[in-house]
């Protein structure tokens, strides 16, 4: 370990620096636990994350813990206000309509190029992926299902293969999660499957302009399935979140 972490108050070493937040592998892995967490619903939008019970959660120090809140608040996921601590952040209705019409504006773009550029191995890639969120449907692991409907939307603006389109895509996916668990109403996951494996046939068969298309249609439609009057449910304690699977 490399870490001059003292517990408690020391300086943060990623200010001003241009040092990863992530800058080792104690703070990656209570970021990854996190991220995960938020991403599949463990942990609902508006739940508090004392430092002290998100170290105690992963046996991590207060140091590891602060920059894996931060590295998460980079990324809009999590609220860190200078007196109150952390939260996983609470997307408006407001941001959440911007959220999907930034994703409607740019993954079409994305499943464009992916289809001008996926090869046999992307595909086959997809088509694994695609059973995977079958499986994990089949088998009732709703958790499962939602991150990788998800990541399903990240992988597609890899295969095309343009960093800061990417770059966006992630952290608009990774937001939709948040704005989900809010406001969807529907009782199936997040995405269709349907709609994912017309995506992929598209894709797979070069044709760029279907391909849009089809997400630009999939966007709208999970934007259709989104219930803006809806109450939020109310935050649990953490112990009992991280606990619960
Ligand atoms: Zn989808």
Known sequence: MTLTETDGESPRSGEGGSLSPLRSDRVRAVYSGLLTAILDHRLPPGTRLPEDEVGAAYGASRTIVRAALQALAHERLVIVEPN????????????????????????????????????????????????????????????????????????????????????????????????????????????????????VDAIGSGAAERAADLMRSHLVDLLSGLDFSRQPPQPRSLAALLGAR
């Open 84 to 199: 109150r601590g952390a939260q996983v952040a609470h997307p408006t209705v407001e941001e959440a309509r911007q959220v999907f019409e930034v994703r409607s504006l740019l993954e079409p773009r994305a499943a464009s190029l992916a289809a001008g550029r996926a090869t046999k191995a992307d595909i086959a890639t997809l088509r694994r992926h695609l059973k995977q969120e079958r499986d994990a449907l089949a088998a009732e692991d709703r958790h499962r299902a939602i991150a990788l409907s998800g990541a399903f939307h990240t992988r597609i603006a890899e295969i095309a293969d343009h960093q800061i389109l990417a770059g966006f895509i992630r952290e608009l996916t990774s937001r939709s999660s948040l704005v989900v668990a809010l406001y969807w109403h529907r009782q199936d996951t997040m995405c269709e499957r349907h709609a994912h494996a017309a995506l």
